[in-house]
């Protein structure tokens, strides 16, 4: 296993499109987090699952973005209408209960 | 989740030590002191965590005050690759809420 993978590395869309981006974390980590990140902000969480359930929301997390953990393997985050402010870069991670995170190298959203 | 303050950016010798600030005056009993750091463009890499005692390992060592209001993260020889935004955070580490809250962090430039 060679860590957290995030797919795709970049994503150019056109305003208003939908927009899904798919994280595989470790194996054998039962929490997966997605966080996402602005240019001079560190990450701001936006949810995270315990195996398949999804079991905390960030208020940030509009009803525009939806996320699912089927089977609690990968994971994928959808963005419907995108918007010009959800340019950003997304970034996924995955833990044991106690211990330090593991993170992908992220998907990078650019809405036009 | 305890707040943390770091100085926007410090930047040192390549070769010299490191020393990196972190104040978390308001931290409680239960919480470790996480450090992550980002380089350009790839996800947070985790460095290193503790709760009372200092803690080393290959990347760096923790230093954390007898009061835990404070803490040092340090690169014993920095080099160019160093070169990172680098993240001190308190986290609750069990439990549904354990999740890592990211502030703006500190960017350490190495200079050869």
């Known amino acids: 296993d060679t860590g957290v993978s995030q797919d795709p590395r970049h994503k150019i869309t056109k305003r208003g499109q939908n927009v899904t981006f798919r994280c595989d974390p470790i194996s054998e980590h039962n929490r997966l987090y997605w966080y996402r990140q602005t240019l001079g902000q560190g990450p701001e969480f936006l949810t995270y699952f315990q195996n398949e359930a999804q079991l905390e929301k960030s208020r940030l997390l509009s009803d525009r973005f939806s996320a699912e953990r089927p089977k609690g393997s990968f994971s994928t985050l959808e963005i419907q209408r995108t918007e010009q402010g959800d340019s950003a870069m997304y970034l996924c991670?995955?833990?044991?209960?106690?211990?330090?995170?593991?993170f992908g190298s992220g998907t990078r959203l650019t809405v036009v | 989740d305890a707040k943390t303050t770091q100085p926007p950016s410090m930047d040192c010798a390549e070769g010299r030590a490191a020393n990196l600030p972190c104040n978390h005056s308001?931290?409680?009993?239960?919480?470790?002191v996480y450090w992550y750091r980002q380089i350009h463009s790839q996800g947070p890499q985790y460095i290193i965590h503790g709760l009372k005692n200092n803690e080393t390992n290959e990347m760096a060592s923790l230093i954390i005050t007898e009061d835990r209001k404070s803490s040092t993260l340090i690169l014993p020889h920095a080099t160019l690759r160093d070169t990172a935004v680098y993240y001190c955070i308190v986290r609750v580490e069990a439990g549904a809420n354990s999740k890592l809250t990211f502030g703006k962090g500190i960017t350490l430039s190495v200079r050869p």
């Open positions: 991670a995955s833990s044991l209960p106690v211990s330090g995170y593991t």
């Open positions: 308001t931290i409680s009993g239960n919480e470790y």
